[in-house]
């Protein structure tokens, strides 16, 4: 395994093969890009008027073309108003186009999800969503509340403050049912199969649903974050100390992974997780 970046790391993203990060430097949230076995600056020019404040509770994405993406909110005159930036040809600019109608008024945040595969969701809040398909885009109600959006294979999955849900065509459909889940903070599931994450009052667990069954268990990490899975018998969880893996039996903490981390993405031959600690790598032969 490598410590691939020591600064705080405020969200993480995977391209094909490069990898882009927010990360916290003093006062300054500075995105980064690292490709060719190195990471280099590609912070936001001064003339857009994106805050630290407004990177940090944004997120960072790559798109179908490989280009990184920040999707979120800013702050301009005292107003919260929509953020979508798409680097390309060495910059950030806005790029109202990929959004559509979701770049006029009224201004709101924006979440969801951008990526390489089906579906991409762009959602405003208290206005719409476009799902974007290969097939076409649609567009469904986004609601008043701003939900964690991430995709696990062919699924998207959407947390919010007391359930998760996935996208189920035009609407989510709550997946929790029969399931006591507190403060979920992440999702994996195939549609058929889930693992939450959940960090409750009285102490973190997580939730394992199949067949239409839930168990809970307690978790191999305290202060629980994202999963990411590439199937029911390879899941990782971030979280406090660290890193932990299910190998569809047991799961086990990652040693030489310091926590806490909140994010974890994988890809073939890699797993990438972050927070607090920076960004790690993990190989496969380095997996438990």
């Known amino acids: 395994m490598e410590h691939a970046l020591t600064q705080p790391v405020l969200s993480l993203a995977l391209g094909k093969p490069r990898v882009a990060a927010i990360v916290s430097m003093g006062e300054q949230a500075i995105p980064m890009l690292f490709e060719g076995g190195k990471w280099r600056s590609i912070a936001v020019p001064a003339q857009l008027q994106v805050t630290a404040s407004d990177l940090e509770s944004s997120r960072i994405y790559f798109g179908r073309d490989d280009r990184p993406r920040i999707m979120g909110a800013r702050r301009v005159d005292g ?30 945040a924006m979440w969801g999800l951008l990526g390489h595969a089906d579906p991409e969701v762009v959602c405003k809040l208290g206005d719409k969503c476009i799902i974007k398909r290969l097939t076409g885009w649609q567009m469904m109600d986004a609601g008043d509340s701003a939900l964690r ?8 999955f959407a947390i919010g403050r007391g359930s998760v849900a996935i996208l189920d ?13 507190e403060v979920p903070r992440g999702v994996w599931g195939d549609g058929k199969e889930f693992w939450i994450s959940d960090g409750a009052q009285g102490g973190a667990k997580l939730w394992h649903g199949k067949d239409g069954s839930w168990e809970s268990f307690p978790c191999p990490v305290s202060e629980p974050g994202a999963l990411w899975g590439s199937g ?19 799961w086990v903490r990652v040693a030489g992974v310091e926590g806490p981390l909140a994010e974890v993405f994988g890809r073939e031959g890699e797993v990438w997780a972050a927070g607090v600690t920076g960004a790690w790598l993990v190989k496969p032969t380095s997996a438990p």
Request: no cysteine.
């Open 149 to 156: 959006v991430d995709l696990q294979g062919k699924e998207a």
């Open 232 to 250: 029911p018998a390879d899941v990782w969880l971030a979280g406090g100390e660290g890193l932990a893996h299910y190998d569809g039996t047991t």
């Open 79 to 108: 107003q919260t108003r929509q953020l979508y930036l798409r680097f390309r040809a060495g910059q950030w600019k806005v790029e109202k186009a990929e959004i559509g109608r979701l770049a006029g008024d009224p201004p709101a």
């Open 169 to 181: 065509g035009l609407k989510w459909r709550d997946v929790t049912s029969g399931a006591k889940v």
